[in-house]
């Protein structure tokens, strides 16, 4: 049986994300689904995974809940499960940034068949990627600007650098659309004149526009690290230089750092990111699956 990944958020003032999260646990228990899910005080911010009519019945289910009625969802197919483990928490944040922003003031919401006439009129912006740069190192749209962030709380810091590009036209975009709410907020709060933020993200314009101009593939914090939306590699591998589009957690338990490696040389290198790491003593066994979401 097919198997969905469907992810959503919400920024919305939740009285009780507490109850919500036994509310939303029992649900997803119910139907035998996994994934990762936050709730707080600003709303919600998840992806389930499973059989495909488990996923949808999810879907209706919560958007029984009236503050979810016009909930969206952006889906996957895949051939099994994507995730390994059910994660339900309550967060301070539903994704961590570090600075208070005026929700109310996000940028407006540009459609992916927008975006796609803007890139095809070859109209005047510019097109930014807020995501992190080894989610940016394996695949964005072509021509973006990417900046050097490794977590979404570095974007304050790494923004500075757009200074000069306050008066023009910026549309950015993420994986799902949950970091540009707050990253399109911060830039209008610090002056910039036009922010956009693309609707549903990355997954959003490559399900109704593959392979056009979204290059390579894209980053996911699942246990597929990589979902493959074009035909089009741009990505190389970090030891041999070789077209790849394979990203992993180095296996030496004191580096971890995420790099991309073919095939190759991950037998060759036991899946480790360089000679150092390959003579470590500590490595990881084969089929532990690493905590990739602290990296957000």
């Known amino acids: 049986m097919e198997f969905k990944v469907s992810s959503f958020y919400k920024y919305i003032k939740v009285k009780e994300p507490e109850k919500l ?29 499973g059989k495909t009519q488990y996923v949808k019945t999810f879907e209706k289910i919560i958007k029984q809940n ?6 969206t969802f952006r889906e996957q197919n895949f ?16 994704v961590h940034f570090g600075e208070e922003i005026d929700l109310k003031k996000t940028g407006k919401h540009i459609s992916p068949k927008n975006l796609k006439s803007w890139l095809d009129k070859r109209k005047d912006f510019v097109l930014l990627d807020a995501r992190n740069q080894y989610e940016t190192k394996v695949g964005k749209f072509k021509d973006a600007l990417t900046l050097p ?56 314009f490559v399900n109704q526009f593959p392979d056009t ?25 970090d030891i041999c230089g070789k077209l790849s589009d394979e990203i ?12 991309i490696s073919c095939k190759v040389c991950q037998e060759k290198m036991n899946k480790t990111c360089c000679e150092k ?16 979401f602290k990296r957000v």
């Open 277 to 292: 790491c390959l003579a470590s003593p500590r490595k990881r066994i084969v089929n532990t699956v690493p905590k990739l």
């Open 213 to 237: 101009y979204f290059e390579g593939s894209c980053f996911v914090f699942d246990d597929r690290l990589v979902s493959s939306v074009s035909k089009n590699k741009t990505s190389k591998c």
């Open 248 to 259: 992993i957690n180095c296996f030496n338990l004191d580096c971890d750092k995420l790099f």
């Open 79 to 94: 051939s099994k499960q994507t995730h390994h483990k059910l994660v339900v928490k309550v967060r301070e944040e539903i």
């Open 149 to 204: 962030i490794e977590n979404f709380r570095d974007f304050p810091e790494a923004s500075k650098s757009l200074s000069k590009l306050k008066n023009r036209k910026i549309l950015m975009y993420c994986t799902g659309g949950v970091r540009c709410e707050k990253a399109s907020a911060y830039l209008k709060e610090k002056g910039f004149k036009q922010v956009y933020q693309l609707e549903g993200g990355v997954i959003n």
């Open 21 to 49: 999260m036994e509310q939303v646990r029992a649900i997803c228990e119910r139907l035998g689904l996994n994934g990762r899910i936050l709730i707080g005080k600003e709303g919600i911010n998840g992806v389930v995974s």
């Open 66 to 71: 009236r503050k979810f009625s016009n909930l």
